[in-house]
């Protein structure tokens, strides 16, 4: 009975390896599903041969493959096809996008990104003023940050909208925006299929081996999820990036935990990700301790009560089960930090520690917050980009609470006190695009709070792993390693250190760390090669026939 022929040895040469087993190592061999060996140029010579097929990499950069940590597959894909509205600098702008989108003959109008904080008119569009520019079409526009948006008239009136909380004059939030979602989300299985495809293809482009999808109830129906892990990894047709699944629904017995996990295959991490606490800074609806700096009377939205968090946490702690919530705001983080609290008082806080919670987000978290969530084992799922788009003086952040932006995002802070960090992008709210993370934690807003390319680097890739409860060897290349990588070609490679006191980039190979790309060149990092297990999830047209 004839059988398969097992694939050669790759041996990848003349470049660079970012790799722990060796910083000066040029050269990876990969046997199957596994990283065999790394080492210099002068020993690889000896590996070379008729039984190893040898790619020339040409000075690129091998390195772990990227893990985000907070992802949206389904609306991922839609974002891609949709209206992409982030580069609107006013409203006018906005509709003018509607009216092509019009023209073109479209009847309902999708689309995604736009951002009024930095417009002239700092305020949406109304729904009267989308019903003009839509001529009649329905509209569903959502905002950057996927906590609100603007619809048409039409839209609003087939769906009922005024008479729902959350509804004001075209803009919605909480129950409107849920019901406005999940009208403009009623998918056909082999249309999510097919923008779950093109989400994940987009992925391995960038370099991405895994994404952690974020699933909800009040996001996508169960249907969403399912179809999602029919298709990852090498299930599918193709081979694409692996799906870590969470699913946030609220738990209140350990059998419900039980029910819950032994759903999706088997497969879910936890019952974590958004089960918001809280909403979000850029619509007014993250729960703060003080009102909002552009509102006054206004602060945030409190999704669940105190209650309700520690029934979660105390249902899935019993299990050891990973929980977690979506939170943002101070408020919003006190609510979790006393339902962590009284699950120990309960459970004891070695239980608690045990289950390995985690939080997304947390962008507002003072040093008596940090070190409750040390104490409490809890981990944080942050977005650097958040910072590098809206946490500049003048920014969003800084219109909606003022100096309360520099105690935000505090990714130095929580990493120097013990928290493991993972990062991410809550795409689609920003691009999968994992070195401008690296490089927004380069460039903070507030200095006290960047970190090193090397600790950002790692918090990108083994970390993403480390937080789902996967294997510690998950996220470097050593010998005997899974074989999960991406190869990059960059413009150059230095040394960066953490101390902002010192010249912080250096060519100096002595210092004996692995060499990352300059993030401060002319060009970013181009992904040539995306591989994960050993199977190529991506390649660039010039490394295809590599």
């Not at 109008?109 to 002239?120: A, H």
């Not at 977005?383 to 505090?410: I, K, S, V």
Request: proline residues 5%.
């Amino acid at each position: 009975m004839p059988t398969s022929k097992r694939p050669l040895p790759v041996l990848y040469r003349n470049g660079s390896v970012y790799s722990p087993a060796d910083p000066f190592a040029t050269a990876m061999l990969v046997d199957g599903a596994t990283v065999a060996w790394v080492g210099s140029e002068h020993a690889a010579a000896n590996l070379s041969g008729p039984d190893v097929r040898t790619v020339d990499l040409d000075g690129a950069l091998v390195t772990p493959g990227f893990v985000d940590a907070h992802t949206h597959t389904t609306e991922t894909g839609i974002a891609l096809g949709s209206i992409d509205l982030a580069s609107c600098r006013s409203l006018d702008d906005l509709l003018g996008a509607v009216a092509a989108a019009a023209r073109s003959g479209a009847s309902t109008i999708l689309g995604f990104g736009w951002d009024e904080s930095q417009w002239p008119e700092k305020r949406v569009p109304t729904a009267a003023e989308l019903d003009r520019a839509g001529h009649g079409a329905l509209v569903y526009l959502v905002r950057a940050d996927i906590h609100s948006a603007v619809v048409s008239g039409s839209l609003a009136a087939a769906l009922g909208l005024a008479a729902v909380d959350g509804w004001d004059d075209g803009f919605v939030v909480r129950a409107a925006h849920e019901a406005a979602r999940q009208a403009t989300r009623n998918l056909a299985p082999e249309q999510r299929r097919t923008y779950q495809q093109a989400a994940l293809r987009h992925a391995a482009a960038r370099g991405y081996v895994a994404v952690t999808e974020m699933a909800a109830p009040h996001i996508a129906p169960r249907e969403d999820l399912e179809v999602l892990l029919s298709i990852d990894g090498a299930q599918g047709e193709l081979a694409l990036p692996e799906v870590i699944p969470y699913w946030a629904q609220r738990a209140s017995s350990r059998d419900e935990v039980r029910e819950l996990m032994q759903g999706f295959g088997g497969r879910l991490a936890g019952l974590a990700g958004d089960l918001n606490v809280d909403g979000s800074i850029g619509s007014r609806s993250a729960a703060l301790r003080e009102p909002y700096s552009d509102d006054p009377a206004n602060r945030g939205t409190l999704y669940l009560t105190e209650n309700d968090v520690a029934a979660h946490l105390l249902a899935t702690t019993a299990e050891t089960v990973q929980a977690g919530f979506h939170v943002i705001g101070d408020a919003g983080l006190d609510v979790v930090l006393s339902g962590l609290e009284a699950t120990a008082r309960e459970l004891g806080v070695e239980a608690v520690r045990r289950s390995r919670h985690r939080l997304e987000h947390v962008e507002l978290a003072d040093d008596a917050a940090i070190a409750a969530l040390v104490h409490y084992g809890v981990a944080v799922s942050g977005q650097p980009a958040f910072d590098a788009l809206w946490g500049r003086e003048g920014g969003l952040y800084d219109q909606r609470l003022g100096e309360r932006r520099t105690g935000m995002n505090r990714f130095a802070s929580l990493l120097s006190a013990g928290v493991l960090v993972a990062l991410g992008s809550d795409s689609p709210v920003t691009p999968l695009d994992p070195w401008a993370s690296v490089r927004a934690c380069l460039q903070h807003s507030t200095a006290a709070e960047n970190i090193s390319a090397r600790a950002a680097f790692i918090a990108h890739t083994r970390a993403g792993w480390r937080l789902s409860g996967r294997s510690p060897m998950m996220g470097q290349l050593a010998p005997g390693t899974p074989a999960s990588f991406a190869v990059w070609k960059v413009d150059e490679l230095m040394v960066q250190t953490p101390d902002n006191r010192v010249q912080s980039w250096s060519t100096d190979p002595r210092a004996g760390t692995p060499l990352l790309p300059a993030l401060d060149t002319e060009n970013a990092p181009s992904c040539l090669e995306t591989v994960h297990d050993g199977r190529r999830l991506f390649a660039a047209e010039e490394f295809a026939a590599a």
